[in-house]
């Protein structure tokens, strides 16, 4: 459908980086470059570092960065759980071609499950979404099925979030150029993968609520774990222990370790 706002949509959510801050050797970590093509034929560039479990893990970021953010985040999962990893960036971020929209998002992520599937025959996914990446990873679950679905400090819909961040803009023509939906609610409840839901009490981007709206929202199983003084990024990192403690009770409860 033509939407004449289309390029202030795009300046308003997404906030790709080009170049990257770092890559995995930067943090020990064995890679190649893979490049899936999305089902409208735009070539996409990821990671894919290789582990020793039966487990893959497709990481989906957020709305602005890219895929060289988190390599902290890659260590980490690559080392306590020796899974493999596939990470691969959206149109317009990184090294990928093309220009982001929600519906290209979707597609990316399609591509790079199908790459993680083909490079891992066999292999049970776990799909991880952060932030605008959560309704990208919930919609993905709800197409395919992964062994599970990380959400963390995940948005539940891009309404909600306006609306609380803005409630003036229902006033305002605001709606009509913004689209996009990201709509995580919707996917979750039509999605029978097992979902673990992480998101920060002190988050200051994404209020605790769009976490609370997605657990009640999400078919089970599911559970929803709050992290105490955890941020918008990073939850990782502020309670390390506990977080991959849950994280591991719950992927060992779901055959996905």
């Known amino acids: 459908m033509w939407h004449p706002f289309k390029w202030l949509e795009r300046k308003a959510l997404y906030v790709p980086e080009r170049s990257f801050r770092g890559t995995p050797d930067h943090v020990g970590l064995e890679y190649d470059d893979v490049f899936p093509v999305a089902a409208d034929g735009v070539k996409l560039h990821g990671w894919h570092m290789p582990g020793s479990s039966d487990v893959v893990w497709l990481i989906l970021h957020g709305n602005g960065g890219n895929i060289g953010v988190r390599l902290d985040q890659y260590k980490a999962i690559h080392h306590r759980y020796g899974a493999s990893i596939v990470a691969v960036d959206y149109r317009g971020y990184g090294r990928s071609d093309g220009e982001p929209s929600e519906e290209g998002f979707y597609a990316d992520a399609l591509a790079a499950y199908w790459l993680a599937a083909e490079l891992h025959p066999g292999k049970r996914v776990v799909v991880f979404g952060r932030s605008m990446g959560g309704p990208v990873a919930a919609q993905l679950a709800s197409i395919v099925d992964p ?60 209020s605790i609520q769009n976490a609370e709206r997605i657990f009640r929202a999400a078919a089970e199983p599911k559970q929803l774990e709050i992290i105490e003084e955890g941020d918008h990024d990073g939850l990782d990192l502020v309670d390390t222990d506990r977080y991959h403690s849950v994280l591991s009770e719950f992927l060992t409860a779901h055959d996905a370790l």
């Open 147 to 206: 062994a599970a679905l990380v959400l963390e400090a995940s948005i539940s819909s891009l309404q909600a979030v306006m609306r609380e961040r803005a409630s003036w803009i229902r006033f305002t023509p605001f709606p009509m150029i913004i689209r996009a939906k990201f709509e995580t609610t919707k996917y979750v409840a039509n999605s029978s993968t097992p979902t673990l839901i992480f998101h920060g009490d002190s988050d200051q981007a994404v």
